[in-house]
């Protein structure tokens, strides 16, 4: 008696379980980076960018060890009597007049728009960049694998950085994915932004269809007042002042620069501005060690906007004492200490 066919299901049945077992007998994609299938994967999931074009990508990337020990010695390690001078000198302060005079109409113009100073979109570039002389050598995609793939104390961020990176549309960034470069820590353009910032705060402020923050001053100005603005920057509000202890002024443990009290309560505490300021006004205080001993500083909503580009309170006054430089030298006389 000729044999009885499989019934159509009972074939799709085996067919099915001869393709599983095939595969899960076959060995893993080899990886040049740990992690990394399991990266392309999530890419390719969330994007429809091909696994092939992913891979390519990171197979062409390299572990720096340049990059692991850059991180491990930031400059906000420093004390601020060691930290300021790296960003407040005359060239830096002179270079910003010039730029902002340079600039003014667009600076001023998106200042406006978006309710930021420009001294400190200035400021910004002038300490991160030099004004854009200064963007960065490292490779971005070499900068977040490392750091994202090989940098287990930061790895989180770095990998969500790189991931962020991978997915992000063409029209977003300042070249191809293999060739931009920055800084140390992955960040690009004039602004040094991260991908997560190019993506939820770059703007396309010159509407040629692109967010450029390389070649772009009208996109870089604007994403980073965007940002600011996203942030809660108050148009027109205090930043910092110097404060004034007396002998009996109680310790204070400030976790973060975010606005905790009224200054008439830090005043209640033994601490006093040197200049006249609501004394309802929300603040914090910072005590950092300057070059002819303690100083004190009264903080405000603006200083933390700042803390969100850069976490260290060293950098948020280096920025505004920049800004206040360059603002005062910008309709003025050029600086000269």
């Known amino acids: 008696m000729p044999s009885i066919p499989a019934s ?11 393709l599983l077992f095939a595969t899960a007998c076959m060995p893993a994609l080899a990886e040049t980076h740990p992690g990394q299938n399991q990266l392309v994967s999530e890419v390719a999931r969330d994007t429809g960018k091909s696994t092939t074009s992913l891979n390519a990508l990171l197979d062409g990337a390299k572990k720096q060890q340049s990059i692991l020990d850059a991180i491990s010695r930031p400059a906000e390690a420093k004390p601020w009597k060691d930290y300021r001078p790296i960003f407040i000198t005359p060239q830096r302060i002179n270079d910003g007049i010039a730029f902002y005079r340079q600039h003014r109409t ?89 991908p997560s910032s190019i993506r939820d705060f770059g703007v396309d402020a010159d509407g040629d269809g692109h967010i450029d923050l390389k070649n772009s001053l009208p996109d870089i100005f604007a994403s980073i007042a965007n940002y600011f603005a996203k942030h809660g920057w108050q148009n027109g509000g205090p930043v910092a002042a110097p404060a004034r202890a007396d002998g009996a002024a109680r310790a204070i443990a400030v976790k973060d620069s975010k606005p905790q009290w009224p200054l008439e309560q830090l005043e209640a505490w033994g601490y006093a501005p040197v200049q006249s300021f609501n004394p309802a006004q929300a603040s914090s205080l910072q005590s950092l060690q300057g070059a002819g001993g303690t100083e004190y500083w009264f903080t405000f909503q603006n200083f933390y906007v700042i803390t969100t580009y850069n976490r260290s309170p060293l950098y948020a006054l280096a920025v505004h004492q920049l800004a206040q430089a360059i603002a005062e030298g910008a309709n003025g006389m050029d600086a000269t200490q």
């Open 106 to 194: 667009l600076l001023e113009s998106i200042g406006k728009q978006y309710g930021v100073a420009p001294e400190y979109i200035v400021a910004i570039v002038g300490v991160e960049t030099s004004y854009g002389k200064v963007t960065g050598k490292y490779k971005v995609l070499d900068a977040l694998v490392t750091l994202g793939l090989y940098y287990p104390p930061r790895a989180t961020f770095f990998r969500e950085q790189l991931k962020t990176l991978l997915e992000l549309p063409d029209n977003h960034l300042a070249g191809p994915v293999d060739t931009l470069t920055g800084s140390y820590a992955g960040a690009q353009g004039w602004g040094q932004f991260m």
């Open 8 to 18: 159509l299901p009972t074939r799709r049945l085996v067919a099915t379980l001869g």
